[in-house]
Each structure stands twice: as C-alpha cells, then as structure tokens.
Nanobody, 121 residues
Framework: QVQLVESGGGLVQPGGSLRLSCAAS????????MGWYRQAPGKERESVAI???????SYADSVKGRSTISRDNTKNTVDLQMNSLKPEDTAVYYC???????????????WGQGTQVTVSS
C-alpha cells in the first residue's frame, strides 16, 4: 500500500556530488522516520542517514560532514545530498519510510527498490 520511488542515482567521479530523492505514495496516514540505507557488493546493508518527523537527523560516521538528509512532510519526500563522494560510497542506495497506512494502521518500515550509485573515474 506504500510505494517508495527513488531517483538521482548514477555514475559520478570521485569528489563529485549527487542528490538522491525518494517519494512515498499510497494510503499513508503519517510517516515517522525516513532515511537512506546502502549496500555495497559483498557487504551488509548499512544505514547512511536518518531523519525523524521532527527533522532530527543521524548520520553514519563514514558520511558525516559531507552528507545532508532533508525531508518535506507535505510531500512525503526525503532527499540525501552527498558531496565529496568516494569510491567506497559505491553501493545500491535504498530509501525507507516508517509509515502508517490508514487511520487504524500500525507503523511499518517500507523500502524502495534501490538506486545504484557508482563513484568511479
């Protein structure tokens, strides 16, 4: 009942920037936490950045200082601005949203299909 559509992934050179966007749609009553995870080849999925409904943020140590997560509560969107990209940032990036479906539903984590980010020359 909830769909997360990601965009903005692609190929970028080391030191470059990229902006990922995610839009949630469906029978959504409310969204609490939104965020971005990533999974590199041969590695486990890890959190990148998280933002609550009150705009409290949390970042992985590997991206602190060069990434910014933001959200628009009126549009149910979340963005991740990444600067000074490194080859180790190469991964599939997944959007998630902790959303409630319907007025009597419970919060549940929903995931997007993922978007590929490749940092290479």
């Amino acid at each position: 009942q909830v769909q997360l559509v990601e965009s903005g992934g692609g190929l970028v050179q080391p030191g470059g920037s990229l902006r990922l966007s995610c839009a949630a749609s469906g029978s959504i009553s409310s969204i609490n936490t939104m965020g971005w995870y990533r999974q590199a080849p041969g590695k486990e999925r890890e959190s990148v950045a998280i933002i609550t409904s009150s705009s409290s943020t949390s970042y992985a140590d590997s991206v602190k200082g060069r990434s910014t997560i933001s959200r628009d509560n009126t549009k149910n969107t979340v963005d991740l601005q990444m600067n000074s990209l490194k080859p180790e940032d190469t991964a599939v990036y997944y959007c998630y949203a902790d959303a409630r479906v319907g007025p009597w539903g419970v919060k549940y984590p929903y995931w997007g299909q993922g978007t590929q980010v490749t940092v290479s020359s």
